[in-house]
């Protein structure tokens, strides 16, 4: 089973702090996702990655960044944390290939999500 | 952006009621439609997809979704519920590349 794990479950920080967030697969993907979810807005993407060192924006990439040093492991950062930062955060990953060098399984892994709360 | 919307925010039914979940898409090349499932405390996972051939596609847990063209339409459906199908479910959809666009999400509270 394909595992995406996240560094923490629940995290408070304060205004203005630097926050990171963690997150590792265990399949050798090539894309990793970093998505916020919050009420009525469903879930919507802030960073992606399709390699190692490479990054691309999503739909709401201000106010992060993100970092790729290693294929398993993907890091969403917020340079400065501000309350409206507060939200439910979920990592993702996708495989160009399936186990063995088969197909892929044409699907997004989710992690357990980092709910994030910024006073 | 491509979109996907969610007719329904909240919906409460009891136990053995059918269930229709309404996803509408908006047009935009090949379409690949998904639902994911997010019990309460659990990551959320896949219910089923869609990427071509036939429209009527089954899922995990009894779950099934009609994809209609003509429509732009991915409803999820299940014919008689369990308390244990309490739940937020998402809609989504890829185009010609593997990112997710999703829905603003349902709420499903069943009543035993």
């Known amino acids: 089973d394909v595992k995406v794990t996240q560094s923490s479950r629940y995290l408070v920080k304060r205004t203005g702090e630097k926050v990171f967030l963690e997150c590792v697969q265990d399949?050798?993907?090539?894309?990793m996702f970093w998505y916020r979810q919050d009420p009525g807005l469903g879930l919507r993407l802030i960073y992606f990655?399709?390699?190692?060192?490479?990054?691309e924006k999503g739909d709401i990439p201000e106010g992060y960044s993100v970092s790729r040093e290693k294929k398993e492991r993907f890091s969403l950062i917020l340079e400065s944390a501000s309350t409206n930062q507060t939200s439910m955060y979920l990592c993702?990953?996708?495989?160009?290939?399936?186990?063995?060098?088969?197909?892929?399984?044409?699907?997004?892994?989710f992690g357990p999500g980092t709910r994030l709360t910024v006073l | 952006a491509q979109s996907v919307s969610q007719h329904n925010h909240h919906v409460i039914l009891s136990e053995a009621a059918s269930l229709e979940l309404g996803c509408n898409y908006s047009?935009?090349?090949?379409?690949?439609l998904f639902w994911y499932v997010q019990y309460p405390g659990q990551h959320l996972q896949l219910l089923l997809k869609?990427?071509?051939?036939?429209?009527l596609v089954k899922g995990i847990k009894g779950f099934e979704a009609e994809f209609i063209k003509s429509k732009f339409s991915f409803n999820l459906r299940k014919p008689s519920v369990q308390w244990s199908d309490t739940a937020e479910y998402f809609c989504?959809?890829?185009?010609?590349?593997?990112?997710?666009?999703f829905g603003a999400g349902t709420t499903v509270t069943v009543r035993a």
């Open positions: 990655s399709y390699d190692v060192k490479m990054k």
């Open positions: 993702a990953s996708y495989g160009d290939r399936g186990l063995a060098g088969g197909p892929p399984y044409n699907e997004q892994f």
């Open positions: 989504a959809r890829t185009s010609n590349d593997y990112k997710l666009s």
């Open positions: 399949m050798d993907h090539e894309n």
């Open positions: 047009y935009g090349g090949t379409v690949n």
């Open positions: 869609y990427f071509s051939g036939d429209p």
